[in-house]
């Protein structure tokens, strides 16, 4: 059973989308996580700034990838941001979900792998691997991605423990 009351209570959930696939599964994961007692706070990447993930101790991104391996328009700016500030996020833990298509490999999920590298680079800690979500997404992928949210959820609750 989850020990809620040793994780901190606030998780940033951060949404990277071109055509809303990623908003689908962010939503999901916002509501199981809230159902789990967690406060969620569900943003889209084009109103985040990195000085914000210094703030937060538990992170969950969900980010598409897009064309020829790039980021959605509307994560540009804060990925861009993100390499140039390198803030200190020692004290965050993070899962990054991603959404692509084998079929673009070579490819396949690049924005999302990046994103988890950008994070570990500045120090946080992974509470799970890298989610991977290939084409859809399905009702079964929906599902998939709130069983690991809930696992990341299960790893935040444990190291503040
Ligand atoms: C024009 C276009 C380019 C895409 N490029 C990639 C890509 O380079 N790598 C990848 O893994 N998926 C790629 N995809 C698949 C998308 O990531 C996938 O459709 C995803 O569900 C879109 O999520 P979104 O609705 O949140 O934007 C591409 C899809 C389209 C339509």
């Given amino acids: 059973m989850l020990d809620l009351h040793a994780a901190q209570p606030d998780v940033l959930i951060l949404v990277g ?17 809230g159902e789990l007692g967690f406060a969620v706070h569900l943003l889209d990447m084009a109103e985040a700034y990195p000085e914000m ?13 897009w064309s020829d391996g790039t980021f959605p328009d ?10 140039a500030v390198s803030p200190d996020l020692s004290g965050l833990q993070f899962g990054v979900c991603g959404l692509g298509d084998r079929d673009y490999d070579p490819y396949y ?3 999302a792998e990046k994103l988890v590298g950008l994070l570990r680079a500045g120090g946080a800690t992974e509470a799970q691997g890298l989610h991977d979500i290939d084409g859809g997404p399905t009702e079964a992928d929906v599902a998939g991605a709130v ?4 696992r990341c959820a299960e790893a935040f609750a444990q190291s503040a423990s």
């Fill in 17 to 33: 989308t071109q055509t809303g696939n990623s908003e689908v599964v962010a939503d999901a994961v916002a509501e199981a996580l």
């Fill in 53 to 65: 993930l210094e703030e937060y101790h538990q992170l969950i991104a969900v980010t598409c990838t």
């Fill in 74 to 83: 509307n994560a540009v700016d804060f990925v861009e941001s993100l390499e």
């Fill in 109 to 111: 999920q690049t924005a």
């Fill in 147 to 150: 069983a690991w949210a809930v």
